[in-house]
């Protein structure tokens, strides 16, 4: 199979294909280890020669420091991002017959996390600016069979997650974030994962909080909801051989814990560097006809730097930044409701089709050089017809 080109330097689990290899990849995730040093081997070796390698004490130490971090009461390692959205939608008690609204820009995991705990995804569409889920759009989806609403905190980017509060607070419905890409985000001050009645993180290695394999957490400010977590990742028994319901095994590993618990002190640097890197993107390609740069937020992490390219030339910048020797991807190139599994070809989701036509990550890892920015810029501009040393007008 061969590799598209928009597809090159691709990070998802789900890719078999190798990129080819290109001079600027999307993302280098190398020199933060690097980095860490002496401390990342004497962690890790400390795990191996412990002899205990699952749901230690690497792990009960991450989950209160990462609580504490996002400030939450609880955090509950699992084993993936995907299992951490299923296992909440179970633990608040969704299954069968069970409506979810959410949107249908986003990795695939956030539906088929929806549908691994029996319930049924609705799709509502994307704001045309923020690409995050519209709270208009989750209003006029409710339905008497409407359990839970499952906003992703897109790229790094807060979703309105006090609107959607407000929209499913009198109704008694839950909101689960998905923030699997948004670890560190902040909306007021106070960080993503902590507003709903539950939040889901992914430590894929490329997330903003990364480790070295697969990872998942589970945040709540309820304290049976954590239980109910605790339980379900371990074979639905919180006492060992007692199953009190039909669990999964998914459960964080001591090794990744301590990775997480070094990189999490490192976390908010990472996402320092990465908005600066972004802004200074912005600085260049803002203002040019034909091109859509994200809107700065000031809560926002850069997860990715995801720009619109209007007028059908998206896939031609991607090819000439291939044939520069520069990776880029598109995230992402069909919204879920028009995948097979989860089709709801009827609905009509105009923004989210039209954006995932448009959109187009640059390369972004926080110890990227600034002067890569640049370079990325002006082949960018290049391929748009406009020369790097003229300002580009502002709209
Ligand atoms: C990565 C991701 C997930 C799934 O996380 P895994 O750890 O890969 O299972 C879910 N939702 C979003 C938005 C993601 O980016």
């Not at 400390?46 to 699952?54: D, E, F, N, P, W």
């Not at 792990?59 to 699992?78: D, K, L, T």
């Not at 249908?104 to 929806?114: G, K, L």
Request: glycine share 10%; aromatic share 4%; proline share 8%.
């Amino acid at each position: 199979m061969r590799p598209s080109p928009t597809g090159a330097g691709t990070v998802w689990p789900l890719s078999q294909t190798s990129p080819p290899t290109l001079r600027i990849p999307l993302v280098d995730l190398q020199p933060e280890l690097d980095a860490l040093g002496d401390e990342l081997v004497t962690v890790v070796s400390a795990v191996l020669r412990s002899g205990r390698y699952i749901l230690g004490p690497n792990v009960q130490a991450f989950e209160e420091e990462a609580a504490a971090y996002i400030g939450c009461a609880h955090a509950v390692g699992v084993n993936s991002g995907t299992d951490a959205l299923a296992i909440a939608l179970r633990a608040l008690g969704l299954g069968s017959g069970d409506e979810v609204i959410t949107t249908p820009f986003s990795f695939v995991a956030t539906a088929e996390a929806i549908v691994m705990a029996g319930a049924r995804p609705i799709f509502a569409d994307i704001d045309a600016v923020t690409l995050n889920i519209d709270p208009a759009s989750v209003e006029a989806r409710l339905s008497p069979r409407t359990r839970a609403i499952i906003p992703v905190h897109l790229f790094g980017t807060p979703a309105p997650v006090e609107e959607l509060m407000a929209l499913a607070q009198p109704r008694g419905i839950a909101v689960i974030e998905d923030a699997a890409q948004a670890f560190g985000a902040e909306v007021g001050g106070r960080k993503v994962g902590g507003f709903g009645q539950a939040g889901a993180f992914s430590f894929f290695p490329s997330k903003p909080l990364g480790g070295c394999g697969d990872g998942g957490m589970v945040t709540t400010n309820d304290a049976d909801v954590a239980a109910a977590v605790r339980r379900l990742r371990a074979h639905g028994a919180a006492r060992k051989h007692h199953s009190e319901v039909v669990g999964c095994n998914s459960r964080l590993d001591e090794l990744q814990a301590a990775v997480l618990r070094l990189k999490l002190h490192h976390v908010d640097e990472s996402a320092r560097r990465r908005r600066a890197l972004a802004a200074r993107y912005n600085g260049r390609l803002e203002g040019t006809p034909g091109i859509v740069v994200p809107r700065p937020a000031p809560g926002a992490v850069f997860h990715l730097y995801t720009v619109r390219v209007l007028n059908g030339r998206r896939d031609g910048v991607a090819a000439a930044l291939q044939a520069g020797g520069i990776a880029s991807a598109v995230h992402y190139p069909v919204p879920i409701h028009r995948l097979g599994p989860y089709g709801d070809r009827g609905a009509t989701l105009p923004e989210a089709e039209r954006a995932s036509t448009e959109v187009l990550s640059l390369p972004l890892w926080a110890a990227m050089p600034p002067q890569v920015v640049d370079e990325v810029a002006s082949v960018v501009l290049k391929a748009l017809g406009r020369s790097a040393g003229l300002p580009g007008g502002r709209r």
